[in-house]
């Protein structure tokens, strides 16, 4: 533990040592009359000082939390000496917020007593959240002394995201070679009926149209679209955000990604994950739960980090980007840097599809004058911007915080389909 | 407040006995309380001190001229030590902080103790010095240093067994 001392102790030396000496000078016995309960004190307090010999730890009864949770915390004090007056302060990182319990508090211990400390701990925004440290603060009965230090526990709470509930999510357009929940748009074995076409050898008996085959005095045989399962990319950027409050885009973009993952990998796709930002991040496409929590943990280790590196999409591993995968961009669409890689990646074939996270709720318009302006002009700007991502065959929505999810995807949708007539 | 207002009565005591030199005891008492009064207000511990010599200075002023030892001077010691005691408090004291009661007692308790500890030992001091007289000032400050280094060994020797 640190030792110092308090400024009292200065200042009591200093008075006795000044009063015995006038005292003497003046020869007047009342001055060490005033000057004798300072020296007592001091004699005193130095006297019961003795250095704490105290135990600290932080217990998490959870590790992982959804967001809005609760989880109850335990800090364990265990005293071998005794120990006046104690003050600890259980130091909690952004995103978690105290419940319940008091915090600091102030408390006094006897040799061999061991106090729990419980509070209630809210786990208010997604992430990684390391607690603590905590720091004791203890005393000597008078306050001459004081000794610091900090636990050298510091627990993790990992606060996953909550996910929306979404009725029905976006189809890629091209699917993979494994079984899944999506109706191939290639004729092979599967449930779903695409066509009849003559029997050739090697097609099984129960695979044969009689009807058809009775009309027509031949063979017909049934074909059928499989079900296979899809590659979707999740692209979150992270290059910038806007920030109000406790909320960003970037907290929206998470939620959004968790959700999108939770409802794809439920379809038994293969899911992986960009972060594209100051520091990229990737996940090679993967199936299962595993691969879900996978994809959250990746996901709470995402911060928007300063960079003036610029990044294209040719730094991203081939393996991440499999071919014939549908890739959902999360972006506020703030950064060239994740424009120009968002278009890159429509350029070279992929099924992109974009919902810009959008940074407008969380500025205030300026009442007036060039700033008023200006911010009509960026406005004006984000409209073109998202105008070029659908001229080259990209799917944008704005998607505002107070949105539901599932509205933003039935606009993705609605547009892939129109986009899709058109080509046709 | 209860430190300004202890402060307050001690000087008011200064004042009111105060011989010839009466204003500079009430200087000495004001810039005391004023001290004391910015400090706990500037959360400035600095000030503590220099309040209680600015005090204790008034109260010496006040006694020029008078060849009797004074039997109230072991009250106003204890009022000055009172007074930087909860000046102390006051400015160490954080609202955040949620103090237990038992602590508090204790803390009440200690204070109490430590003042009736010093009331006995100014006591005693004063009636040896009244009864005395001849033994001198450096007779009664080696007294205080023996009395104060014992009480000091007993408590260490106390809280080691405890």
Redesign the interface.
Same mark, same amino acid.
């Given at each position: 533990m640190t030792r110092y001392a308090s400024?009292?102790l200065a200042?009591?030396a200093?008075?006795s040592a000044?009063? @015995?000496l006038? +005292?003497?000078v003046?020869?007047?016995?009342? @001055?060490? !009359?005033?000057? +004798?309960?300072?020296?007592? !004190?001091l004699?005193?307090g130095?006297?019961?000082a003795?250095p704490p010999r105290l135990e600290v730890s932080v217990e998490l009864d959870e590790e992982r939390a959804l967001e809005g949770d609760e989880v109850r915390t335990t800090v364990v004090l265990a005293a071998s000496s005794?120990v #006046?007056?104690l #003050?600890l302060?259980l130091r909690l990182p952004q995103g978690v917020e105290l419940a319940e319990g008091?915090n600091?508090? +102030?408390?006094?211990l006897a !040799?061999g007593e061991r106090r729990e400390l419980e509070f209630t701990l809210l786990a208010a925004r997604w992430g990684g959240h390391v607690l603590g440290p905590a720091y004791v603060r203890a005393r000597d009965?008078?306050?001459f002394l004081v000794w610091e230090r900090a636990a050298p526990t510091r627990p993790e709470l990992r606060t996953y995201p909550r996910e929306d509930v979404l009725r029905r999510i976006l189809q890629p357009r091209e699917t993979q070679v494994f079984s899944g929940n999506e109706v191939s748009r290639h004729k092979g074995e599967g449930i779903e009926f695409a066509d009849i076409r003559l029997w050739a050898a090697g097609d099984p008996l129960k695979r044969v149209n009689w009807r058809a085959s009775a009309r027509r005095g031949e063979l017909w045989v049934n074909e059928s679209h499989p079900e296979r399962n899809t590659d979707v990319i999740l692209f979150v950027d992270s290059f910038a955000e806007a920030r109000r409050g406790g909320t960003s885009t970037l907290d929206l973009a998470i939620r959004a990604t968790s959700t999108l993952a939770d409802a794809y990998v439920r379809r038994r796709d293969r899911v992986g994950l960009i972060s594209f930002g100051g520091i990229l991040r990737w996940l090679v496409p993967g199936m299962g739960v595993v691969q879900l929590y996978r994809v959250v943990d990746a996901l709470l280790d995402t911060q928007v980090v300063l960079s003036y590196y610029w990044k294209e999409i040719d730094i991203i591993p081939r393996r991440t980007l499999p071919p014939n995968a549908l890739v959902i961009a999360l972006s506020p669409l703030l950064d060239p840097r994740s424009v120009g890689a968002l278009l890159d990646l429509r350029a070279r074939g992929y099924d992109l599809a974009v919902i810009d996270v959008s940074p407008v709720p969380f500025t205030a318009r300026p009442a007036g004058g060039l700033d008023a302006v200006a911010y009509d002009i960026w406005t004006l700007r984000r409209d073109a911007l998202r105008h070029r991502l659908q001229r080259a065959g990209v799917a944008v929505v704005e998607w505002r915080d107070d949105e539901p999810l599932q509205a933003i995807l039935e606009e993705v949708r609605a547009f892939r389909r129109y986009a899709r007539h058109a080509r046709v | 407040m209860l430190a300004l207002a202890v402060l307050a009565g001690a000087d008011a005591y200064s004042v009111a006995s105060a011989g010839r030199l009466a204003p500079v005891s009430a200087v000495g008492s004001v810039v005391g309380l004023a001290l004391l009064a910015g400090g706990i207000a500037l959360r400035w511990p600095t000030t503590i001190p220099w309040a209680v010599l600015a005090s204790g200075g008034g109260y010496l002023a006040g006694r020029e001229g008078r060849a009797l030892v004074d039997g109230w001077a072991a009250v106003v010691g204890v009022a000055l030590l009172l007074a930087s005691e909860l000046a102390t408090w006051s400015i160490e004291h954080d609202a955040r902080i949620r103090t237990e009661p038992a602590l508090l007692a204790r803390r009440i308790a200690t204070l109490a103790g430590l003042a009736g500890v010093a009331m006995l030992v100014n006591f005693l001091l004063l009636g040896t010095a009244a009864v005395s007289a001849s033994a001198g000032v450096l007779l009664a400050a080696v007294g205080v240093a023996a009395a104060v280094g014992a009480v000091a060994v007993v408590l260490r020797l106390a809280r080691s067994s405890s």
């Open positions: 400024p009292k200042s009591y200093g008075l000044v009063g @015995l006038t +005292a003497l003046f020869a007047r016995p009342e @001055l060490v !009359a005033l000057t +004798a309960p300072f020296l007592l !004190a004699a005193a130095l006297a019961l003795t005794p #006046d007056r #003050d302060y008091r600091p508090v +102030a408390l006094r !040799a009965p008078l306050g | -």
